[in-house]
């Protein structure tokens, strides 16, 4: 009879102690937590790095973003291990890397991520004129839509949008958002530009992240030590009491879930 209590008290604590649901197997997953919505009519500009707000987080509540991929190598150790601990994340794809590897792009979709743009060729469009940073954008979520959709069109599906090197200027941030896309920056990063082994990348993310304590944090799929050091990233980090949250565009929660 005690048994039977306790049982059924352990199992009607479960909701109170974890939201997410199973990751099949591995019970000690880091899984993701839960879905947010993000709509560019409340939040058009999103990270402290570059904008006065952010999205709204609970303590120790971390969304993961990779940039500049797909990337061959690379692209398929991070989705392997986000696979393994049943975290979702979104992907700022470059138009001109999707072009060659459109499965890659597929992949990151048919897993479950959310896929943003980051424009056809990197280009810093805060140095060019508007027309053409718009053509650059514009072209970039062509490429991506059409690999990953089948359709090319400028209305993206997820419209999540990163400027590369964060080079905006405020017209192109005004009619990104008139658009109905979210900016995307970023609250914490990897400085993964840099070359640093996969240790001192883990150490270095680890102590930023535990000083924001919450946020948007940027990687980059095409760099080899932040495919190495995932892994062993995201046991830190459910040790460490974070959790994820993963972003989809307004009105995709039901959809997904
Ligand atoms: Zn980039």
């Not at 053409?132 to 090319?152: H, L, S, T, W």
């Not at 001192?200 to 190495?228: C, M, N, P, W, Y």
Request: glycine share 8%; net charge positive; charged share 25%.
């Amino acid at each position: 009879m005690i048994r039977i209590i306790a049982i059924a008290v352990a199992t009607a604590m479960i909701p109170l102690a974890a939201s997410a649901a199973p990751c099949p197997g591995n019970s000690q997953a880091l899984g993701t937590e839960r879905v947010m919505e993000v709509d560019a009519k409340t939040t058009p500009r999103v990270g402290r790095k570059h904008f006065p707000t952010t999205l709204p987080l609970r303590p120790k509540e971390l969304v993961l973003t990779f940039d500049d991929g797909p990337w061959p190598g690379t692209t398929p150790k991070i989705l392997d291990a986000l696979k393994q601990e049943c975290v979702r994340a979104t992907f700022f794809l470059l138009g001109k890397n999707v072009e060659p590897h459109p499965e890659l792009a597929r992949r990151e979709l048919a897993e479950g991520h959310s896929i943003g743009h980051h424009t056809y060729s990197h280009p810093l469009l805060d140095h060019m004129p508007f027309a053409k940073a718009e053509a650059e954008i514009n072209k970039g979520i062509e490429e991506d839509e059409y690999a990953v959709y089948g359709q090319r069109r400028t209305a993206p599906i997820t419209p999540f949008f990163r400027f590369p090197g964060f080079a905006s200027t405020p017209a192109l941030l005004d009619r990104v958002n008139q658009r109905g896309i979210v900016v995307f920056g970023a609250d914490v990063w990897a400085s993964d530009w840099d070359p640093m082994s996969p240790d001192q990348e883990l150490k270095l993310i680890l102590s930023r992240i535990d000083q924001v304590g919450r946020g948007i944090v940027l990687f980059h799929d095409t760099k080899s030590q932040t495919a190495q050091m995932l892994p062993g990233f995201l046991r830190e980090l459910k040790k460490r009491g974070y959790r994820i949250v993963h972003v989809v565009p307004a009105g995709a929660r039901g959809v997904l879930n």
